[in-house]
């Protein structure tokens, strides 16, 4: 299969085509899905004073085994009023400050309290310090909590807002276009003539887009004409970071995809790569916007998106690894040798094997109901034993 691009080549040349977008600053709050630019560096210490982690008594443990004398209470957010002596406990809640002068807090069920007398019932802490949470025990101010590159999740963004950020500055939202070619697809729900079937990619491909920071458009279709296909990039490239083409890439009288980029000005990087499915992949690009150009078939649409829109996406928004991890695990049953290109199986995780779906073709949507992997068989790969470990990737 000469002439066909290694998936790590292509992957690294769309990537290259052009660098992340520009950046701005957003509420930590709104930031989730973003990718940062910037690291962000915790102001304050977390916690910034002893805590208790429980509710009970602070006491000094050289005191241990009591009794003491109540002498007030704190709650978490107030500041203790004053210090614990000898022989003294104070009331503490959970996340209260430990009053100066007390080593230790013990737990409410290990003592009794009778007016402002408390005695030891139960085992007591044991050692100084428990049940505290030290000043800066969870980070220090100065410390980098947030590389740039990172994805906001949940906890980067508690992390963050614990850290005194307010703001953080990330990569901005590509603005992406998806346009849909070919004669026999027909909008979803609607009367079929012999020869039509529904337009599955489109939707597809905007749900699987769903989740990444991009401002995606409603899909747009168009017939197999050249010169409409041609027009129509040539006017998605005016307002778009990324115009994902679907159908139209390959070789057939009725394939248009790669001549409409010419028509439009365009320019091709490379075309056709060593994988199954989706080998007639294009990319290039349309004045400022790049041209991700997938197979029709929904199996090879969606596994092309997988391993290269996403990943571009995830680039153009500013990721430090926007490529999909590659994990393993042992094989569920036998897996046949490999051939001239590279395999992308759709696969299911069983327990922790993984097992290759029965069916492979990629003009079918029920397996991408099942899979939730992609099963990597690399170009010549030997037959394989149940049990021997394989690479895959996740999928949703």
């Known amino acids: 299969m000469s002439g066909l691009l290694p998936v790590e080549e292509a992957q690294a040349r769309l990537l290259a085509l052009r660098a992340p977008l520009a950046t701005e600053n957003i509420a930590v709050s709104e930031s989730l899905g973003r990718y940062l630019s910037q690291d962000v560096v915790a102001s304050r210490d977390q916690p910034a004073a002893p805590l208790s982690a429980m509710d009970g008594y602070a006491i000094r443990f050289a005191d241990m085994p009591g009794p003491w004398t109540i002498t007030g209470e704190v709650a978490a957010g107030a500041a203790p009023d004053r210090a614990v002596g000898a022989g003294e406990a104070m009331r503490i809640f959970t996340g209260a400050m430990l009053p100066d002068g007390a080593d230790t807090v013990v737990l409410q069920e290990d003592v009794a309290a009778a007016g402002t007398a408390l005695t030891l019932t139960g085992d007591g802490p044991g ?4 049940h505290i949470r030290e000043r800066a025990g969870d980070f220090a101010a100065g410390t980098r909590l947030l590389a740039a590159g990172t994805h906001m999740g949940a906890g980067a963004i508690a992390a963050g807002i614990m850290g005194g950020a307010g703001e953080v500055r990330v990569g901005s939202r590509p603005r992406v276009a998806i346009l849909t070619t070919g004669d026999e697809l027909i909008a979803p729900g609607r009367a079929l003539a012999p020869g039509q079937i529904p337009n599955s990619n489109g939707a597809m491909l905007a749900a699987m887009l769903a989740a990444a920071p991009a401002d995606v458009d409603l899909p747009l279709h168009m017939r197999d004409d050249r010169m409409s296909i041609a027009n129509a990039i040539k006017e998605l490239a005016r307002h778009h970071d ?29 075309w056709k790569i060593a994988m199954r499915p989706g080998k007639p992949l294009i990319a290039g690009s349309v004045d400022d916007a790049l041209l991700l150009g997938l197979p029709g078939n929904p199996g090879s649409a969606f596994v092309t998106a997988t391993l290269f829109l996403l990943p571009l996406i995830r680039h153009l928004a500013g990721a430090a690894h926007p490529l999909p991890p590659i994990r393993q695990a042992p094989l569920a049953a036998t897996l046949a040798a ?8 759709r696969a299911r995780i069983e327990g922790s094997a993984l097992r290759a779906l029965d069916s492979q073709d990629s003009g079918q949507t029920a397996p991408l109901v099942e899979a939730d992997a992609l099963l990597i068989r690399e170009i010549g790969a030997p037959a394989r034993a149940a049990g021997e470990i394989a690479d895959y990737i996740d999928i949703a």
């Open 127 to 130: 050692t100084r310090g428990r």
């Open 338 to 345: 490999g051939g001239s290109r590279r395999d992308y199986l």
């Open 242 to 270: 990324v115009i994902v083409t679907v159908g139209g890439a390959s070789v057939g009288d009725h394939d248009h995809v790669r001549g409409a980029l010419d028509d439009a000005g365009g320019r091709l990087d490379f």
